[in-house]
Structure formats: C-alpha cells, structure tokens
C-alpha cells in the first residue's frame, strides 16, 4: 500500500440556494443535467427551480441538482456572540428541540438496554433465570 496524499482526497460538498441569486440566470443554449432533464434555451432558472436549488459536488464535477427548499433541511435561528461563554446568544430555540431530540433518545436507549439482555445469576456453575 502507498502512502495517502492529497490527491486521493475528493471533496463532497452539498449547497441549498434560495431562488434570489439565481432566479434571472438564464442560459443561451440548452443545458442537459445529470438526472436527464433539459433546461431549454431562454428559461430562467425561478421557473425550473422555485423553491430553491439543491446542487451536489464531488470536487469539481456536478452530481446532480433539483428543486428543494433549503428550509426543508435546515433550520435557522440568530446567532450572537456573547463574552465568557462559547454558546451564543439565539440558540436556545435550536437547543430546545435537540434537547428533546436527545431526552426521547435516552428513555429509548433506558428500556432497550436492561430488556436486551437476559438475566441470570451463576451458582455453583448452574445458572438461575431471573422471573
């Protein structure tokens, strides 16, 4: 095996665009995506795109891009930096819900974990079931 370089790395990198920057894009000929779909020559990207655009890369290369709302994926809450401490201020609407995220989690793991496992106690090499 050789060593790994920088050039064995690829990048996979996801982007969530709202329709503004890109709505009066239009392009002189027909493009063709990945998926197969064609946008025709003169079509302005908000017809093709209107809730947003998705693009997936691998490097330099496009994967594929759809119609998706970043707000289906992502949530946002305000951000304020605040001195002393590396929680900002405006994260407690995010905090909250993973909170709750985290307690259902954990009642979860709680009953799984003793109920997953048979008991019993060994005496005298003869094992004993618990009732």
Known sequence: MGERNQKEVSEFCQAWF???PYGN????ED???VSGMVITKGT??????????YIAKNGEN?????????NDKWAICPYV????????????????????INDLTNLKMAYLNPESLSKFIVIT?????RP
């Open 81 to 100: 930096t605040r001195l002393g401490t590396l929680v900002g201020g405006g994260t407690s609407v995010a905090h909250d819900s993973q909170d709750i």
């Open 25 to 28: 894009i239009s392009f002189q």
């Open 125 to 129: 090499n003869r094992p004993l079931t």
């Open 44 to 53: 302005r990207l908000k017809e093709v795109f209107p809730d947003g655009l």
């Open 31 to 33: 493009i063709k995506l």
């Open 62 to 70: 496009i994967l594929d891009v759809w119609n998706e709302s970043k």
């Open 18 to 20: 709202d329709p503004h």
